[in-house]
């Protein structure tokens, strides 16, 4: 983009709602099992049996950029396109305008405060790309990650079987500002691989990293296994019964699995909503033969009953062969040449 309009479309950009987390959740009828860990003969016969029984699926979770975001990078962008250096004196206390007017709009000020705070948390090489005037054409990129860094916090207490282990993962995103020098690439391979590379600053810049967005979702074993670290996955093995002839399974409870395997099961869906919650339909009105009479304690006692009928459900435990991951992602902002 070289143009005032064209600096309009990253507005849309920003404000457009992004998918998040889309190559790792794709809905799965078969779990994949990891191969850093010996599978136990009980559980690939389950894994057989129950295979075609549901289908695993998340949502489509979406996201737009943090407002101040798009502000931040047209400032960026105006700045390396034009050499009037209005972002760099708009929002200074010492600037006067014309007839000695200072120039004191909010909306610039913070733009020019977010772009101070950008320059500050780049590195050398960086700052030097967004100097004033020095590119011939930008480019905006969002790039997401295609595995999972998954961790097993430490816990004061494990939660009540059947309640599954919290397991969290942090996936960072990266917004690359392209600074164009020349003419435009005919391969972005290459540029590619240098956005991957470069330096970031976190979001917010200069503080604390705070969560672009938090979701659950469901991903394989192998997907959850392959971003784990050694101590990690030591840990998995252990809470998934493969970590020795005397580990027992504390997280998938093959028992509650059983009933999925009978022959007049259908197919249903398991989506991270439902798993460890329970769920329970609108209730029309009290059964017709309750009597309570103005007895509080019978009264309760029938309100319980009625609840815990065929209707309710108790809520699933996590699908053998998957793992139940909360994700903050974050997001990060770096720049590159070309």
């Known amino acids: 983009m070289s143009t005032a309009a064209d600096l309009r479309a990253v507005a849309a950009f920003a404000g457009a709602p992004h998918r998040v987390l889309a190559p790792i959740t794709t809905p799965s009828l078969v779990a994949q099992l990891t191969t850093r860990l010996a599978t136990p003969a009980p559980l690939a016969e389950l894994l057989g049996a129950l295979g075609g029984r549901?289908?695993?699926?998340?949502?489509?979770?979406?996201?737009?950029?943090?407002s101040p975001i798009g502000p931040l990078v047209r400032s960026a962008l105006r700045r390396v396109l034009f050499e009037d250096g209005a972002a760099e004196r708009l929002g200074d206390p010492s600037f006067?305008?014309?007839?000695?007017?200072?120039?004191?709009?909010?909306?610039?000020?913070?733009?020019?405060?977010?772009?101070?705070?950008?320059?500050?948390?780049?590195?050398?090489?960086?700052?030097?790309?967004?100097?004033?005037?020095?590119?011939?054409?930008?480019?905006?990129?969002l790039y997401e990650p295609r595995t999972l860094a998954v961790s097993i916090p430490d816990l004061p207490a494990a939660p009540v079987a059947p309640s599954p282990r919290p397991i969290a993962a942090t996936p960072r995103y990266r917004l690359v500002l392209v600074v164009g020098r020349g003419a435009h690439p005919t391969d972005w391979a290459a540029l590619d691989e240098a956005a991957c590379a470069?330096?970031?600053?976190?979001?917010p810049f200069g503080e604390e990293p705070l969560p672009w967005f938090v979701v659950r979702?469901?991903?394989?074993?192998?997907?959850?296994?392959?971003?784990?670290?050694?101590?990690?996955?030591?840990?998995?093995?252990?809470?998934?019964?493969?970590?020795?002839?005397?580990?027992?399974?504390?997280?998938?409870?093959?028992?509650?699995?059983?009933?999925?395997?009978?022959?007049?099961r259908s197919v249903g869906h398991v989506t991270p909503a439902v798993v460890a919650?329970?769920?329970?339909?609108?209730?029309?009105?009290?059964?017709?033969?309750?009597?309570?009479?103005?007895?509080?304690?019978?009264e309760a006692v029938g309100n319980a009953a009625y609840a815990l009928n065929p209707a309710a459900e108790r809520g699933v435990t996590v699908p053998p062969g998957y793992c139940l991951v909360d994700c903050a992602g974050t997001l990060e902002v770096a720049v590159v040449t070309a």
């Open 217 to 264: 979702v469901l991903v394989s074993d192998a997907t959850a296994a392959a971003g784990m670290d050694a101590s990690s996955l030591a840990q998995w093995a252990a809470l998934t019964g493969r970590a020795g002839p005397t580990s027992r399974d504390r997280y998938w409870f093959p028992e509650t699995w059983e009933r999925f395997r009978e022959p007049q």
């Open 198 to 203: 470069a330096t970031a600053a976190a979001w």
């Open 277 to 298: 919650r329970s769920r329970r339909g609108t209730p029309s009105g009290p059964p017709a033969h309750a009597s309570y009479e103005g007895d509080p304690y019978a």
């Open 96 to 141: 006067v305008g014309p007839r000695g007017l200072t120039l004191g709009d909010a909306r610039d000020a913070a733009d020019a405060r977010r772009l101070r705070a950008l320059l500050a948390a780049l590195d050398d090489g960086a700052r030097a790309a967004l100097a004033p005037g020095r590119a011939a054409w930008t480019a905006v990129a």
């Open 54 to 66: 549901f289908v695993v699926t998340n949502p489509c979770a979406t996201a737009r950029l943090p």
